[in-house]
């Protein structure tokens, strides 16, 4: 029995938090890859604190893939709790599969054990944040929840934080991109290392913003860090995981005095605020990588080979996509070509548009001339028929990586077919809302234009002219 608070890092967004009689595992991922085949988890996990024990609780934050894992939770026993926010529509898929699930309403401490609390809160975007404290210590996980959000969603969990809690012992926090965006993005003449770079350089000055603000006493960067193994997207690795470190940006920008940070890594341990093992990050090498994962990036680029029938049998998918957002994409406006390539596969399908009138057909793609194309999408098959027919399938591609978008060229970005082929290939039940809202498109445009000169607009994180760098420039 643990009579103070212990920490230890298992890996990713997975803590293990120990206190009092009570166990809790946070976001437990590391049984093979998540996002089909896109994300392997990095550094390899610590798992002796986890090694024959039966844990209380097991915290999942949200139903993203490196969260919400099924092929890591099967190995614990069906008795284990399952804590989640109420608001989130994720407990019932846990009692599905027969897990036990402590739904906890928003803001709520709940009494896990005598003198241990934990409350949830739901942000946007499905996420959510846990804190957990013993009288004595408080620790926040705050995994995805903030880091990734608008500015004012920051400000109001930062302000209920700070008054719920004035002093703040452990802040575990995320600062991952968590996104396709920019680094499936092909386009001539951009610099694809200062671009990794600029991004992820953005969410690791959220993170040190978030810190500066809640001036906990350890400060730790986690929740980001895995591999792309895909041939096509191997090269982002070492930008994203080393070009600048979170750690070092708080401390270049001012660490609140009271704080310690840590660029931690799976094995490091903290325990009543003295930390145990410290174990940190070291720099990644693309070259390791390659000798040490030769078997994962092995799988990661196998692609089997579709059938024509099965890119045919697809169509009608994108097809009735076309049928349901019709009035919506019919106000796009320019027309457009898009080639959509599936892995090992001889046949594709053409998106178009002119004027009004919007197509899909298949094609050969064996031997293809991409000039003729305003765009080049790439994906799994596999990858589409899940956007395509499930309400979250679409992040497989748009988190998890799954896809690239290739351009003949630079002005073509300018145009912004790449966001309309974003829409085209996830599911809709109904109709987005009209594109201008109930203006027009040059009336919009001047709004828009107004907004950013007075500073009323927030900056477009999916804004692709904004975040490329190109080489020439």
């Known amino acids: 029995m643990i009579w103070s608070m212990r920490i230890s890092f298992i890996g990713h967004a997975s803590i293990l938090l120990e206190c009092e009689d009570v166990s809790i595992l946070t976001d ?57 926010a109420k608001d989130l529509d994720i407990g019932s898929w846990f009692r599905k599969m027969g897990y036990p699930v402590l739904e906890l309403p928003d803001g709520e401490a709940v009494e896990l054990a005598s003198g241990v609390t934990a409350t949830i809160r739901p942000t946007i975007n499905d996420d959510s944040m846990l804190v957990v404290s013993d009288r004595k210590e408080t620790c926040v996980n705050l ?32 600062y991952g991109t968590a996104s396709h965006f920019p680094n499936c993005y092909r386009v001539p003449g951009k610099d694809y290392s200062k671009t990794a770079a600029m991004r992820q350089h953005h969410f690791n000055a959220v993170w040190a913003h978030i810190v500066q603000e809640l001036s906990p006493k350890f400060a730790f960067p986690f929740a980001a860090d895995v591999l792309l193994l895909e041939h096509d997207l191997f090269w982002a690795n070492e930008p994203v995981h080393n070009a600048e470190r979170p750690v070092k940006l708080l401390r270049r920008d001012g660490v ?36 040490r994962y030769k078997a994962q990036i092995e799988k990661a680029n196998y692609y089997p080979e579709v059938p024509a029938t099965e890119v045919a049998a697809a169509l009608p998918l994108l097809q009735n996509n076309l049928r349901v957002c019709q009035d919506f994409l019919q106000t796009f406006p320019s027309d457009y070509k898009v080639l959509l390539r599936f892995r090992n596969s001889q046949k594709g399908i053409v998106v178009s548009k002119a004027g009004k009138k919007l197509e899909a057909q298949t094609v050969s793609t064996g031997v293809f001339d991409s000039r003729v194309y305003d765009l080049v999408f790439t994906t799994r098959l596999s990858y589409l028929k899940r956007s395509l027919d499930s309400p979250y399938g679409n992040e497989i ?15 073509v970005v300018s145009r912004g077919i790449h966001s309309e082929v974003r829409r085209i290939v996830r599911q809709h039940n109904s109709c987005p809302p009209p594109r201008y809202g109930s203006s027009n498109a040059f009336v919009h445009s001047v709004k828009q234009q107004l907004k950013r000169a007075l500073r009323m607009k927030e900056e477009d994180l999916y804004d692709l002219e904004r975040w490329t760098i190109f080489s020439e420039r």
């Open 28 to 84: 437990p991922w590391w049984a093979g890859p998540c996002f089909g085949a896109q994300w392997w988890i990095y550094p390899e996990p610590f798992l002796e604190p986890l090694e024959g024990r039966k844990l209380d609780y097991i915290y999942v934050s949200h139903g993203h893939n490196d969260h919400l894992h099924p092929g890591t939770l099967a190995r614990f026993g069906r008795d284990t709790k399952i804590l989640v």
């Open 256 to 291: 609140p005095n009271e704080t310690q940070a840590y660029d931690l890594a799976p094995g490091f341990v903290i325990e009543s605020g003295e930390i145990k093992q410290k174990i940190l990050r070291s720099p990644l090498e693309n070259q390791s990588l390659i000798e």
């Open 143 to 174: 995994n995805d929840a903030l880091h990734a959000t608008p500015i004012g969603v920051q400000q109001r969990f930062i302000a209920w934080l700070r008054e719920q809690h004035p002093s703040i012992d452990y802040l575990f926090c995320g």
């Open 397 to 411: 591609m748009f988190v998890g990586s799954g896809c690239l978008f290739d351009f003949p060229d630079a002005e």
